[in-house]
């Protein structure tokens, strides 16, 4: 039988957050775009003036600060944001369980700092870095996780 419960599947990692909304368990994954969070200046305290935007073949990039790595102080900024977010969304009632699917250390982080209301709804929280997966893969990751628990 199939559960008419609204999940929200997080990946993470310390760059970027992206969000799926499975409206029935075990059914499609549909991607919420409005909800992905990059980690951006706010996260890169050093980043803030010196950002230029360029145009070369491929397109506008970014040159400067942009291409360094996030120091673990920034990550861990980046994913309270996260965290925030998804308690702001949980109170707004937007879902009922919640999947996060993280490298180790951020899923640390979410857990620590998701308020206790919020935390209270995860269903399923694996180590595993699925941020850049695609939705198939992503869906298959999700049972084989569930199945783990």
Known sequence: MME?????IVTADGRQARVFEERVRG???HPL???????????RPAAHAHRATVRDRTGFGQHGAGDKPLTQMQERRFLTRVAHALDLAAEAGRFERLVLLAPARALGV????????TARRIEVDAPRDRSS??????REALQAARIAR
């Open 33 to 43: 775009p409005q909800y992905a969070i990059d980690a951006d200046n706010q996260d």
């Open 4 to 8: 008419d419960v609204t999940t929200w």
């Open 27 to 29: 059914g499609p994954l």
């Open 110 to 117: 979410l857990r620590a700092e998701l308020d206790p209301k």
């Open 133 to 138: 997966l695609a939705e198939e893969v992503l």
